[in-house]
Nanobody
Framework: QLQASGGGLVQPGGSLRLSCVAS????????TGWFRQASGKEREWVAT???????YYSDSVKGRFTISRDNAKKMVYLQINNLKPEDTAVYYC?????????????????WGQGTQVTVSS
Protein backbone atom coordinates (compact mmCIF):
# COMPACT_ATOMS: atom_id res chain seq x y z
CA GLN A 1 0.00 0.00 0.00
CA LEU A 2 0.91 3.63 -0.43
CA GLN A 3 -0.39 6.52 1.58
CA ALA A 4 0.01 10.11 0.48
CA SER A 5 -0.17 13.17 2.69
CA GLY A 6 0.84 16.80 2.86
CA GLY A 7 -1.74 18.49 0.69
CA GLY A 8 -3.58 21.61 1.66
CA LEU A 9 -4.72 25.09 0.72
CA VAL A 10 -1.88 27.33 -0.40
CA GLN A 11 -1.66 30.78 -1.91
CA PRO A 12 -0.15 31.23 -5.35
CA GLY A 13 3.61 31.27 -5.11
CA GLY A 14 3.60 29.10 -2.01
CA SER A 15 5.18 25.71 -1.41
CA LEU A 16 4.16 22.31 -0.18
CA ARG A 17 5.91 19.04 0.40
CA LEU A 18 3.89 15.95 -0.33
CA SER A 19 4.89 12.69 1.28
CA CYS A 20 4.10 9.11 0.42
CA VAL A 21 4.85 6.12 2.62
CA ALA A 22 4.93 2.55 1.42
CA SER A 23 3.86 -0.39 3.52
CA UNK A 24 3.97 -4.08 2.81
CA UNK A 25 6.71 -3.91 0.20
CA UNK A 26 10.17 -2.48 -0.33
CA UNK A 27 10.65 0.51 -2.60
CA UNK A 28 14.11 -0.74 -3.57
CA UNK A 29 12.82 -2.47 -6.69
CA UNK A 30 10.29 0.13 -7.75
CA UNK A 31 10.22 3.35 -9.64
CA THR A 32 7.92 5.80 -7.92
CA GLY A 33 5.89 8.56 -9.40
CA TRP A 34 3.43 11.29 -8.74
CA PHE A 35 0.33 11.94 -10.77
CA ARG A 36 -2.41 14.50 -10.37
CA GLN A 37 -6.00 14.80 -11.38
CA ALA A 38 -7.83 18.08 -11.53
CA SER A 39 -11.60 18.15 -11.30
CA GLY A 40 -13.14 17.09 -14.59
CA LYS A 41 -9.80 16.17 -16.16
CA GLU A 42 -7.85 13.01 -16.76
CA ARG A 43 -5.08 11.87 -14.47
CA GLU A 44 -1.82 13.51 -15.48
CA TRP A 45 1.74 12.31 -14.94
CA VAL A 46 3.82 14.76 -12.92
CA ALA A 47 7.14 13.19 -12.01
CA THR A 48 9.01 9.92 -11.70
CA UNK A 49 12.08 8.84 -9.80
CA UNK A 50 13.55 5.64 -11.10
CA UNK A 51 14.93 2.75 -9.12
CA UNK A 52 18.41 4.23 -9.48
CA UNK A 53 17.12 7.69 -8.52
CA UNK A 54 17.09 9.42 -11.86
CA UNK A 55 14.33 12.00 -11.97
CA TYR A 56 11.95 13.03 -14.73
CA TYR A 57 9.28 15.72 -14.85
CA SER A 58 6.45 16.80 -17.05
CA ASP A 59 7.06 20.07 -18.82
CA SER A 60 4.35 21.78 -16.83
CA VAL A 61 6.15 21.29 -13.52
CA LYS A 62 9.81 21.18 -14.50
CA GLY A 63 11.84 23.60 -12.45
CA ARG A 64 9.19 23.93 -9.74
CA PHE A 65 8.68 20.35 -8.53
CA THR A 66 11.29 18.02 -7.08
CA ILE A 67 10.75 14.33 -6.52
CA SER A 68 12.94 12.42 -4.10
CA ARG A 69 12.95 9.18 -2.22
CA ASP A 70 14.31 7.57 0.93
CA ASN A 71 14.17 3.83 0.48
CA ALA A 72 15.24 3.12 4.05
CA LYS A 73 12.21 5.02 5.31
CA LYS A 74 10.01 3.76 2.47
CA MET A 75 9.19 7.35 1.66
CA VAL A 76 8.73 9.32 -1.54
CA TYR A 77 8.46 13.09 -1.56
CA LEU A 78 7.29 15.77 -3.93
CA GLN A 79 8.50 19.25 -3.14
CA ILE A 80 6.29 21.76 -4.91
CA ASN A 81 7.43 25.37 -5.18
CA ASN A 82 5.95 28.46 -6.80
CA LEU A 83 2.50 26.94 -6.81
CA LYS A 84 0.03 28.13 -9.43
CA PRO A 85 -3.77 27.88 -9.48
CA GLU A 86 -3.47 25.36 -12.32
CA ASP A 87 -1.61 23.05 -9.94
CA THR A 88 -4.87 22.52 -8.05
CA ALA A 89 -5.61 18.81 -8.14
CA VAL A 90 -5.64 15.60 -6.18
CA TYR A 91 -2.08 14.30 -6.13
CA TYR A 92 -1.41 10.56 -6.17
CA CYS A 93 1.78 8.66 -5.51
CA UNK A 94 2.39 5.38 -7.26
CA UNK A 95 4.99 2.64 -7.53
CA UNK A 96 5.94 0.60 -10.57
CA UNK A 97 8.13 -2.48 -10.41
CA UNK A 98 11.16 -2.34 -12.65
CA UNK A 99 14.01 -0.29 -14.03
CA UNK A 100 12.10 1.90 -16.41
CA UNK A 101 11.01 5.52 -16.58
CA UNK A 102 7.30 5.14 -16.15
CA UNK A 103 5.04 7.99 -17.18
CA UNK A 104 1.85 6.07 -17.92
CA UNK A 105 -0.55 5.38 -15.10
CA UNK A 106 -1.58 1.91 -16.22
CA UNK A 107 1.90 0.44 -15.66
CA UNK A 108 1.95 1.35 -12.00
CA UNK A 109 1.33 -1.45 -9.53
CA UNK A 110 0.50 0.43 -6.36
CA TRP A 111 -1.38 3.67 -5.78
CA GLY A 112 -1.91 5.93 -2.83
CA GLN A 113 -5.28 7.35 -2.00
CA GLY A 114 -4.51 10.91 -3.08
CA THR A 115 -4.02 14.19 -1.29
CA GLN A 116 -5.76 17.43 -2.29
CA VAL A 117 -3.70 20.46 -3.24
CA THR A 118 -5.63 23.68 -3.69
CA VAL A 119 -3.91 26.84 -4.85
CA SER A 120 -6.01 29.92 -4.31
CA SER A 121 -5.75 33.42 -2.93
Amino acid sequence: QLQASGGGLVQPGGSLRLSCVASGFSLDYYATGWFRQASGKEREWVATITRDSNTYYSDSVKGRFTISRDNAKKMVYLQINNLKPEDTAVYYCAAAYGLGIYTVARVYDYWGQGTQVTVSS
